[in-house]
């Protein structure tokens, strides 16, 4: 997508309808590719119909989209820009067409390329949404998605190594033949 293109998309009311369309087809293919990586006999059916629902469902995409793009949009805000929360959302939702090359995952070896080059080129029209909705230099607009990605992946990876070492202290403990006491199960 071209600026002018994002521009003329945030501004198109009935792009609305066509960016939440955008999102639930690719959840339906996040949803099927899931289900497929997920493969075990003994679950594939369950995991089938459990990604199959969500992603037809999309609630998590449309969610998910609506809580990133006001995350942005008030960052825009602060770093002085002027567009709309709608425009915005318009624009990523269209650009997230992308995530439809998301049955690529599949083909071994390459599936974790064509991932990670889709993520990059999701985040490079992240900015340039950014740069054109709310009428911002490149680079506050790149500001405005490195921070709270950079923030997003910091939460994640303390969550993984909190579970990292949740699950090493239950082998310890399993060695020495104690248990671990897990907060909220009892």
């Given amino acids: 997508m071209d600026e002018r293109s994002m521009a003329e998309m945030a501004a ?13 087809i690719g959840w339906a293919i996040a949803g099927f590719v899931g289900a ?17 629902l969500f992603g037809v ?3 998590y995409g449309v969610v998910g989209l609506f809580i990133w793009t006001g995350i942005l949009h ?3 805000r602060i770093f002085g820009g002027v567009g709309d929360y709608i425009g915005l959302f318009r624009t990523l939702g269209v650009g997230s067409v992308l995530q439809w090359l998301m049955f690529l ?9 064509i991932q990670t080059a889709i993520a990059i080129w999701s985040l490079v029209i992240a900015v340039v949404a950014v740069k054109v909705v709310h009428k911002l230099p490149t680079g506050k607009s790149a500001a405005v998605v490195i921070i709270p990605t950079v923030i997003l992946l910091i939460l994640v990876l303390a969550m993984m190594m909190a579970i990292f070492a949740l699950v090493g ?13 897990m907060p909220g199960l009892a």
């Fill in 105 to 113: 995952a599949l083909v071994p070896f390459f599936g974790a390329i």
């Fill in 74 to 76: 008030i960052l825009a």
């Fill in 169 to 181: 202290l239950s082998i310890f403990a399993a060695l020495q033949g104690q248990t671990v006491p």
């Fill in 12 to 24: 198109d009311s009935k792009a609305t309808g066509m960016a939440v369309l955008i999102i639930l």
């Fill in 57 to 59: 469902v999309g609630l």
């Fill in 36 to 52: 497929v990586v997920a493969i075990n006999p003994f679950t594939f059916l369950a995991s089938l119909v459990f990604g199959a």
